[in-house]
């Protein structure tokens, strides 16, 4: 499987000249690294070129590494019928790397586009919709940015005394916190519960 693999990655980085910077095989999975500018080129081949024939978009998403210059890594997964086989395709970026839509070519990645944008401030040129698609209107940030505050910034409730919805500072009370420190193995010392009585004393 990797010998067909790394065959199939030589013709693809071959075919593709600069756009593409190399490949390797983990796991049993093709990834091909390409520039981010030069996207659509390479979808382009890998759909038309009769070697390839990946003419199905599996997703679009983001995979953030923030210690790096180019903190994001845009990830194309594709498969292709003919060959039995998929390849990701890994394209390096920044928080201003603006990178084409494919989305002539896979109109399917519309909405993946949308998506990427919305949780990691990935920014698609040439979307004609390019707009949050998860999170609400005047959502502050990217969730899935690894830097971004588990318990976000604000928070939404409906307030029932100004009948509409307001959006709150963050604020964890402790009185709603609970605190249990007995080992998850040992289990809880609490009192025998009705029933309990028919399985016999602990060991």
Request: glycine residues 8%.
């Amino acid at each position: 499987m990797s010998e067909l693999l790394n065959s199939l990655g030589e013709k693809i980085v071959g075919g593709l000249g600069d756009a593409a910077i190399g490949h390797s095989v983990a796991f049993d999975q093709l990834t091909v690294t390409v520039q981010a500018s030069r996207i659509v080129d390479v979808v382009k081949f890998l759909r038309d070129d009769p070697g390839c024939r990946f003419v199905s978009l599996i997703d679009v998403t983001a995979v953030d590494y923030p210690g790096r210059e180019k903190r994001f890594d845009v990830i194309y997964h594709f498969l292709s019928p003919a060959l039995n086989a998929r390849v990701r395709l890994r394209a390096e970026a920044d928080e201003t790397t603006q990178v084409p839509s494919i989305i002539e070519v896979f109109p399917g990645s519309d909405w993946f586009e949308r998506e990427c944008y919305d949780l990691y401030g990935v920014i698609f040129t040439g979307h004609p919709d390019m707009r949050r698609l998860l999170t609400d209107y005047g959502f502050d940030g990217h969730p899935l940015r690894k830097d971004f505050p588990l318990s976000g910034f604000v928070e939404v409730r409906y307030d029932d005394q100004e009948k509409r919805v307001v959006y709150e500072p963050v604020r964890l009370n402790q009185e709603f916190r609970k605190f249990d420190f007995l080992s998850p193995w040992e289990g809880a010392d609490y009192p025998v519960l009705p029933g309990d009585e028919k399985a016999g004393p602990k060991p």
